[in-house]
């Protein structure tokens, strides 16, 4: 079987080298480490890769500081190991089609068809995470804190907490095991999910006074002003999710939030059952997903963009 | 077995009642939904009370229409089932104590000693679904949609998605089960945790206003006071998960969530990682989870209640 053929290529070669996709998730940097952390107790020395840094929720996983960030690589490895996306490309790294004598390719999305010269792709695993977890079992390893933190970790971020539709009774049962191994789930979920900065509360709590509800409440704006920023010291990325309590009223189908930026304003947009923002976004020159979808504008005031938007949704809300 | 006698005193009853505690959380009512199901099933009219309604985010599980609210019951049963707490006074209803022949009780909070004819109280379950599970696989029930919908809930609820410290192995294994029986849980979540009505939005919008901290950030407290809640049109029960935004700021220990109430101040505590908030609960007269519990003060002043409990929070945070 295939999973065995991987583990005999990797406990068979010298130089092994891990990679995921730019722009890293929770399941792509907790796929890694637990793979790195299973081949090390192998008595293996593999070297992980990644084009950006790892983000500062997950910098608390076993290993995470052994990650390199590289967007050139300048070493030839026997095996490239391709975690949680199916083309090299996504890994951002410039010249990752040549440092590999062998390529192994591990993912879990429906739209990857594996490539190299052994991949395991099985689209109804909730994350790679899932998959390394069959790998590591098969590799004999059992009872490893470290590298079950590092797989529930992959598993509650790509699984958003066992709520999204992936999530199968496998998923479940995994999580179960890796519990027995003692990890301390509370501190993982809290870490990676649900911790707060207090700029970031501080952030939440403003920008809620901003709702602005169209349209008996199926269409929702927040506004978050470069004065907001000011004032509670909190930076771009602490906005996050933020647009989530727009979507989330009753009755609201459309959620739009504008972020002024130094010489733009950002819009993002969700919608909840049927309206495609990514097909409005590309009207504004933007782009995205059917459901989460954004666009930016540079030569509008704030209240022009939000009437041109407004415009735009009414005639697409039922 | 205790299971086997619970389920034999039931089945040969004719005039069954459940109920559970006021002011009802999704165990509570997840886990009557779900025993009441299972009872009909079975051939019985068992009937369900409780002192106040179904909270608006619950009202979509089956059966709920069916409970009874009342703060009397005039009529007299074969057996009572009291479920998710160990106190008949807990459940608001005034002559609970002199309508039932026989008494049964099904918990599973550490503080419950276990009273009447029967009871089965297991403090390792997550939830009293987890111990409704058991009942309902004994009785021969299996792959009830609507059963499993209810249980998936309950399970759900009272470990604030699979993220508390009570979710074991056994928790996930039975999610597992349950999701094999075709519930749709991502509707589930959606309804029961994400949507937020339009007066649960400005309540947390207001509530957030609130926020004290203390003891360089370990505690934290949030406020609702009456005129909150009358100026926002909202409920009660739209302060369920309030209290996890304050918790969740990073560097927090314990967080404390002040409702005002007619005649009363009801006080709910979270902590993240050590602090027994059930040992400090008890010690106001009430009662809980070590991370997760509260209490309630009829006597004093809103900021004299803060006081005492700041006072007795301070000598516990490190």
Chains 1, 2 share one sequence.
Do not use: W
Not at 16 to 37: T, W
Not at 73 to 87: H, K, N, P, Q, S
Not at 122 to 128: C, L, V
Not at 215 to 240: C, G, P, Q, V, Y
């Amino acid at each position: 079987m295939i999973e065995s053929k991987i583990i005999n290529c990797l406990l068979n070669s010298n130089k092994i080298a891990i990679v995921s996709h730019e722009n890293p998730d929770g399941d792509c940097i907790g796929s890694m480490l637990a793979l790195y952390l299973a081949l090390t107790k192998k008595g293996k020395s593999p070297r992980m890769f990644l084009k950006n840094n790892v983000p500062k929720n997950l910098s608390f996983l076993p290993a995470a500081n052994k990650i390199e960030i590289k967007d050139e690589i300048d070493e030839m490895f026997d095996v490239l190991v391709l975690l949680d996306t199916g083309e090299l490309e996504r890994t951002g790294i410039k010249n990752i089609k040549s440092c590999y004598k062998k390529l192994v390719n591990i993912d879990h999305h429906v739209t990857s068809e594996g490539i190299g010269d052994y991949y395991y792709i099985n689209s109804s695993a909730a994350a790679t995470g899932e998959i390394v977890y069959q790998l590591v079992k098969l590799m004999g390893i059992d009872n490893d804190k470290d590298i079950a933190t590092c797989l529930y970790t992959s598993i509650f971020t790509d699984t958003g907490g066992f709520k999204y539709s992936n999530t199968t009774s496998v998923t479940h049962q995994i999580a179960g095991d890796l519990i027995n191994m003692g990890i301390n789930f509370v501190y993982i979920v809290n870490k990676v999910f649900d911790e707060m900065s207090l700029s970031k509360f501080n952030l939440l709590k403003d920008t809620l006074q901003t709702l602005e509800l169209f349209e008996e409440n199926k269409i929702a704006f927040l506004t978050i002003t470069k004065e907001m920023f000011e004032r509670n010291n909190a930076s771009r990325d602490e906005t996050e999710n933020i647009i989530n309590f727009a979507k989330n009223i009753e009755g609201v189908e459309v959620a739009a939030l504008f972020i002024e930026e130094d010489s733009r304003i950002k819009v993002s947009l969700r919608s909840k059952y049927y309206l495609d923002v990514a097909a409005i976004s590309k009207e504004f020159g933007g782009g995205g997903h059917p459901r989460a979808a954004g666009f930016s504008v540079s030569n509008l005031e704030l209240n022009q963009i939000k009437n041109n938007l407004l415009l735009r949704l009414k005639s697409d809300v039922k």
